[in-house]
């Protein structure tokens, strides 16, 4: 063909001159190539036929001159032709890093801004198959059974999986030298990566995130309102308020914004809406936009799930009203120690609340009260933080404060003179009534403290679920829990007694509200129950027919308190569960159009609470419609260090397919993967009895990437009229999951009695 000497690209007006190949032949004689142009040049006794490959409407490729002087004057006038509407790129040399592997003098080339590098080495390196079927000028790069994506050189369009969507390229793919060059970021980014581009060193960078921002959560507590940002790693952050609007801004270092973390768009009091967002390369924004200026704090804690900064607003009175209990006092989080003032000259109630901020919306309310004027509130003082609400009355009255059936709860009573009142007073060592005592019996400048633990006034009429205990529940299955739970969150012990076997659970400072009838049966190890109330706690003994160890799951004051029986081979364990596709990818497309995304996260959902609901740790990949990249999947897992990775399917065929269940481990496995795949196939296949198709080794992304044991389960046939009536029955899919949930415990259980690690 010659020896190229030149490689450019021109644009006219609009229309693209594609590239000219200057090219010399052994007969001394240069010959222009223009592969894909759309017009006709006419320049004095010379005609340059331009070819046009998207309609093959010209009769030439190219113009044989003899004159090399010729060749530079075409070139100078191309060159003024095209000055200011033109761009001129030539292919250059780079170094190229692609995950800590180095690659010389690589060609590449710039066009409309984006970095062209050769496919066969960059898809290679990213785990595809390059096939390349020349007559076509069409590349197939298949990165798994389920992954794969088709272009062809100068056209934009790219197929991504079978049957699946069709993107657009940033630019179309180049043949240059022999070579076909493709669009480096996009790629890259496909597979969840990083791209970084040095101009004046001319080295191109490909690198894993350091960390995953994987979701932003809300909740509601005892400590208040929290705004809790999960990561895959512990990573450097800054936070910051702007104003107009107030804001506060929090920057994640060292991060990568996955695609199943979502924005918070609804309002809170202390917030409008919370937005994420990627800053820059390496940076994840959160910007809270604030509803109300608040305190706050930033924590740090790392678990099993992961990295968390979570943002705790500190608690505040949200809300003052009166109902049939009396007057209602509302906090965000909870009302530990208050003090109660009663004034004079005017009459008032003066309660100032520790730990509080003003929450309300205003600080002044009428009440349906006739003995209240109103309710003034205030913030007393920032540092401590007092809030202080004051009673206006018509005249002196006797009150009684007591606890709401939360721990964010008070409840003002203003009662008749003529109604007996009684008081408790309550020590952690529980409740013993006393004298009745009248409120203006004492003196008026009397400031008595009170705290949830340590005083309570309770009026003999009815109870208002001051740290009782509310219900007594066992699970059942191989790994059993008991669960207690009390109105408010208490203080508690739990121990082990033997001869006869016993797990002996105290409640501090707590009454019996359940009776007899409600204790629950004995079940599995547990033979009975019995409880009893003490003068300063209840006691729960559960008697058992065996006893193997026991594990306290909740906090050492705890309104649920949750405590497994037995070694429970799932306790501490991180798995990592991976609906296949999602988002723009819908998988395979069955029969009456059933998307494999849509069985593949219900089923996901299903096991997760399963998993959870037995003492696992789990993550999923996806937990809504969206995608993650294989590279994001893979990432997460190994960042996590977790201890399996289940990837659920459905399987798709085109023809007389028998149907069936069958299950995937890479080809490279160690001993604990082909365990794995055992036990979840043969009791999954067990479960739901259809076709076995066995377990088979192939080389899916998900699978030759993590680093723990690895499985891709194929459950049934979206292709299959028989089995698509199956996965839309909740029924069906519910039995598939208890088999893939009894054949992950059956293999954590083999390792744990065989002491083996993996």
């Known amino acids: 063909m010659g020896t190229i000497l030149s490689i450019l690209r021109l644009q006219y007006n609009r229309c693209m001159l594609s590239y000219m190949y200057i090219s010399l032949r052994k007969s001394g004689q240069y010959c222009l190539y223009f592969p894909q142009v759309r017009r006709k040049f006419a320049m004095k006794k010379r005609s340059i036929y331009f070819v046009c490959n998207s309609c093959n409407s010209t009769k030439k490729r190219g113009v044989v001159m003899k004159n090399h002087k010729f060749i530079y004057n075409i070139l100078i006038i191309f060159g003024l032709l095209l000055l200011g509407s033109g761009q001129i790129f030539a292919v250059d040399q780079m170094t190229l890093l692609m995950q800590e592997k180095q690659f010389n003098n690589i060609p590449y080339m710039i066009e409309d801004g984006e970095l062209l590098a050769p496919a066969r080495l960059v898809l290679e390196e990213l785990g595809g198959k390059v096939e390349w079927y020349g007559g076509l000028k069409v590349l197939r790069v298949l990165f798994d059974e389920d992954n794969e994506v088709k272009m062809s050189v100068d056209n934009v369009r790219i197929a991504i999986n079978p049957g699946g969507n069709v993107d657009r390229l940033p630019v179309p793919p180049r043949m240059v030298e022999g070579q076909t060059m493709v669009p480096l970021k996009y790629f890259v980014e496909y597979f969840g990566l990083l791209f970084k581009w040095d101009e004046e060193k001319k080295i191109a960078r490909v690198f894993k995130p350091a960390n995953w921002v994987l979701d932003l959560t809300f909740e509601e507590g005892l400590m208040g309102e929290k705004l809790i940002i999960t990561s895959t790693k ?41 937005r994420l967002s990627q800053y820059d390369l390496e940076t994840v924004r959160v910007v809270i936009e604030l509803n109300n200026q608040v305190q706050y704090q930033i924590i740090e804690e790392e678990s099993q799930e992961g990295f968390k900064v979570i943002v705790v607003f500190a608690p505040g009175i949200r809300d003052v009203h009166q109902d049939n209990q009396g007057i209602m006092i509302k906090s965000s989080g909870e009302i530990g120690k208050y003090s109660i ?115 309570v006034i309770i009026d003999v009429g009815q109870k208002f679920g001051d740290h009782e205990l509310v219900s007594i529940g066992i699970t059942e299955g191989i790994n059993q829990r008991v669960i207690i739970k009390t109105s408010t969150p208490i203080y508690y012990n739990a121990w082990y007694l033997p001869n006869p076997d016993r797990l002996v659970v105290d409640l501090q400072g707590t009454t019996l509200r359940i009776n007899s009838s409600q204790i629950p049966q004995g079940a599995g190890i547990i033979k009975n129950v019995r409880m009893h109330q003490y003068p300063d706690k209840v006691r729960v003994v559960f008697d058992l027919n065996q006893y193997v160890s026991h594990n306290i799951l909740s906090e050492s004051r705890s309104q649920v ?51 959870r609901n037995a003492g696992a740790t789990v993550i999923m990949t996806r937990d809504k419609d969206v995608y993650p990249t294989l590279g994001e999947r893979v990432d997460l897992a190994n960042q996590l260090n977790a201890d399996i990775f289940v990837s659920l399917h459905c399987n798709s065929f085109n023809g007389e397919d028998p149907g069936g269940t069958e299950t995937f481990i890479p080809p490279t496995y160690r001993k604990t993967n082909r365990e794995l795949a055992a036990a979840i196939h043969t009791n999954l296949v067990d479960m739901i009895q259809l076709f076995d198709r066995g377990i088979k080794s192939e080389g899916f992304y998900v699978l030759n990437h993590t680093t723990m044991p690895a499985v891709l389960v194929e459950v049934a046939f979206v292709s299959k009229k028989e089995e698509v009536k199956l996965l839309k029955d909740p029924e069906f899919l519910n039995k598939a999951i208890t088999g893939i949930y009894e054949g992950i415990l059956a293999y954590f259980t083999e390792l744990m009695e065989s002491g083996e690690s993996q």
């Open 234 to 274: 512990k990573v450097p952050y800054v936070s910051h308020v702007l104003g107009q609007p107030d804001r506060l801004v929090i920057d994640l270092q060292n991060s990568s914004l996955s695609s199943r973390s979502s924005d918070i768009l609804w309002q809170t009091y202390v917030f409008n809406s919370v």
């Open 341 to 455: 003032m009663e004034l004079s000259n005017p009459d008032r109630l003066v309660i100032d609340l520790e730990d509080q901020t003003l929450q309300m919306e205003t600080n002044s309310l009428n009440l349906d009260n006739s003995c209240v004027k109103q309710v003034r509130a205030s913030q007393l003082s920032w540092d401590p933080k007092i809030t202080r609400l004051v009673l206006d009355l018509q005249e002196k009255i006797e009150y009684n404060v007591l606890r709401g059936q939360t721990a964010q709860e008070i409840i003002v009573q203003i009662e008749d003179t003529n109604q007996e009142i009684v008081v408790a007073e309550q020590s952690g060592e529980g409740t013993t009534p006393t004298d009745p005592i009248s409120s203006n019996q004492e003196d008026l400048s009397k400031n008595t403290d009170s705290t949830q633990d340590e005083y």
């Open 561 to 611: 308190i949750e405590i497994g029986l037995g070694n429970n081979p799932l306790e501490g364990k991180v798995i990592i569960i991976d609906p296949g596709h999602g988002g723009s990818d819908p998988g395979a497309i069955g029969i009456g159009g059933l998307h494999e995304k849509v069985v593949t996260l219900e089923m996901g959902l299903l096991l997760k609470d399963m998993l």
